[in-house]
Structures are given as C-alpha cells and as structure tokens.
C-alpha cells in the first residue's frame, strides 16, 4: 500500500511538471481568468489520481489530460463560476515570448469553440485529426471552426490597426 501510494504521488509529480504549464495556458485563454484556470487545472489533476486511467502513450495521456481540463472550463463557464477577467496585459506574465502573448491576447478574445481549436492547433501543435479526437467533434467541424477562427482574428488584428485599438 505505501509503495503504491509512493508511486502514485511520483507520477502525479511527473503529470504536473509535464503537463501543467500547458494546460493551465489553456485553461487561461478559455476562462480569461487566472485563479479559475489554477482551479481547473488542480481538477484536472485530481480527477487523474481519483480515476487513475491507464494510458496507450504519451499523447493518448496528453489527450485524455486537455479533454479533462478543456471540460471543467466548459463547466466552470456554463455555471457562471467565473470571477473578475484576467487584464489582458497581466498575459505577459504567463507567455514565453512577446509573439506568444500577442496570440493569446487574441485568442482570449474569441468564442470558446473557436479558441480551443486554434490553441490546439497553433500554440500545441496537434493536427486537425488530433484535435477531432480529443473535442470529439468531426474534423470538417474543426477545420470550421480553425477557418472562422482565423478569420475572426484577423478582423479584431485590422479594426485594431485600422482605428489604433
């Protein structure tokens, strides 16, 4: 009992240092908050060691960890958990390098759907077919919502060039 429990502790500590700055980047963008995003990802997390799934690989782990995460913000936003907004330049805090906060900048800006989908893709470099698995959605709807994203990003880039936003 106290090896596996010692065990268990010694892959969490792995999970987290693995996967925790990406999923709390995407907690982030979809919650626009930073104490929510820090709650969803310690769900996540949580919901792992109470679960314990058993995993394929890396992705299979990677993928279970984002749908997890990308669930409990759907969650935290359908039930109005959310507190006051992140200030978007506090984002400059959280990103590696000042092209990163620019893009998520924006993508903080969109819908959800969209949000997701382009995070995934460009930030995380799943393809489409990836990210269809993990949403579980079709990958002509993630294509869609990549093609509406783009286009929403580049309209809220040219309103704020154009008008000096």
């Known amino acids: 009992m106290l090896r596996q429990k010692w065990s268990d502790e010694r ?3 792995r999970m987290v240092d693995t996967y925790g700055n990406m999923l709390f980047s995407i907690c982030l963008v979809i919650l626009c908050n930073e104490k929510d995003a820090e709650d969803a990802v310690q769900d996540t997390f949580m919901t792992y060691l109470t679960k314990s799934p058993t ?3 890396s992705e299979h782990e990677k993928a279970w960890l ?3 995460a990308t669930n409990r913000c759907k969650n935290m936003r359908r039930y109005n958990i959310i507190r006051k907004h992140l200030d978007i330049n ?3 805090l959280y990103s590696k390098n000042n092209q990163n906060h620019d893009l998520l900048d924006y993508l903080m800006r969109l819908p959800t759907k969209h949000k997701v989908v382009l995070l995934l893709y460009y930030v995380e ?7 269809a698995k ?3 959605i079709t990958t002509s709807a993630v294509k869609k919502r990549l093609q509406r994203g783009r286009e929403l ?4 880039y040219r309103k704020e060039n154009e008008y000096g936003f």
């Not at 990003?153 to 809220?156: A, D, K, N, S």
Request: glycine letters at 4%.
């Open 11 to 13: 892959d969490a500590n």
């Open 125 to 131: 470099g799943y393809k489409v077919d990836e990210i």
């Open 90 to 92: 506090d984002l400059q």
């Open 134 to 136: 993990i949403l579980v």
């Open 66 to 68: 984002i749908t997890i």
């Open 55 to 57: 995993f394929n690989d």
């Open 153 to 156: 990003l580049r309209e809220r």
